[in-house]
């Protein structure tokens, strides 16, 4: 079954900085999307990326895909205190609708 | 904006009662999940709804849950018989039709004495 493996498990930056985590799966997917999960609080999508693309970006984010390797990177540039949260990767790997296989997430401190 | 809501926040039971957690989906969704989160954990996929049908369960979406939509708004998740093991933030997510994105309420968190 495929599943989501981010790294690191904690990562922990002073506001300005750049924060990577990376993420890998095992089985062919028809995309990839990054959620926030804020202490105690749902899911909150962020960002997909299709397994045709390679790299997409939405304001301070930064999505890489190489299919070839299953894995992904979330890259946040210029880090805020508010960006503090745990960050999980999902895969789905159908049409139409598709259950969410997610990642155990990097979770994220920014310090100010 | 419209918001998945669940209900209640937090429920406290004993180890064998009945307990239904609720769900309103975004209005115009078409399909519906019911994800776990074991506290520490990654989260999990329990089972997803569509046209008034379960449309995908996992392992974990045993004889001892069930799903239904009552009428044209909620969504419930119902546990038979609680164990312990059961305790966790279940997440109710909605999405429209042809769309990958979910978008998951602020979850559950039922604890099992």
């Known amino acids: 079954s495929q599943q989501g493996e981010e790294d690191p498990q904690a990562l922990s930056i002073q506001e300005g900085e750049n924060a990577t985590m990376n993420c890998s799966y095992k089985?062919?997917?028809?995309?990839l999307q990054w959620y926030r999960q804020n202490s105690g609080r749902g899911l909150v999508h962020l960002i997909l990326i299709r397994s045709n693309e390679r790299e997409k970006h939405s304001g301070r984010l930064r999505v890489t895909l190489d299919t070839s390797k299953k894995s992904s990177s979330l890259l946040i540039t210029a880090s805020r205190a508010a960006d503090t949260a745990s960050y999980f990767c999902?895969?789905?790997?159908?049409?139409?609708?598709?259950?969410?296989?997610f990642g155990k997430g990097t979770m994220l401190l920014v310090s100010p | 904006e419209p918001e998945v809501t669940q209900t209640p926040s937090h429920q406290v039971t004993q180890m064998g009662q009945e307990v239904i957690l609720r769900c309103v989906p975004i209005s115009n969704h078409l399909y519906f999940y019911w994800y776990r989160q074991i506290l520490g954990q990654k989260v999990e996929f329990l089972v997803s709804f569509y046209n008034n049908e379960i449309s995908e369960k996992s392992e974990i979406f045993d004889d001892q849950f069930s799903v239904e939509r009552p009428d044209g708004s909620n969504f419930t998740l119902k546990i038979r018989s609680t164990k312990l093991e059961d305790s966790a933030m279940y997440f109710c997510a909605s999405s429209i039709e042809g769309d990958y994105i979910q978008y998951f309420g602020a979850g559950t968190r039922l604890s099992v004495l």
């Open positions: 089985t062919s997917i028809n995309n």
């Open positions: 999902a895969t789905s790997r159908s049409t139409g609708y598709s259950t969410l296989t």
